[in-house]
């Protein structure tokens, strides 16, 4: 009986690791799509090969892409390489 019960524990056991480890991976999955959504990267941030410095920067967060300055760069921004 002692032995019905050990492998009763330990199938419980490896459940609840398996149900931690895919409700972890399902948390993590959520919180990428969810980033994503809330703050999607709307500027291409055009960059100098020869300088690394960054040359313009186009916003299209609008109904039609403006062109702004290299001030502050946004957090979240596609790289354009130019010459």
Do not use: H
């Amino acid at each position: 009986m002692n032995d019905f019960i050990d492998e009763q524990k330990v199938a419980e056991d490896s459940l609840i690791k398996q149900v931690t480890i895919w409700g972890t991976i399902i948390v993590v999955l959520l919180v990428a799509v969810v980033s994503s959504l809330v703050e999607p990267m709307t500027k291409d941030v055009y960059i100098s090969n020869t300088t690394g410095n960054c040359v313009k920067v186009i916003n299209y967060a609008g109904e039609t892409p403006k062109v702004e300055i290299c001030g502050d760069l946004p957090r979240r921004y596609n790289v354009v390489r130019v010459k």
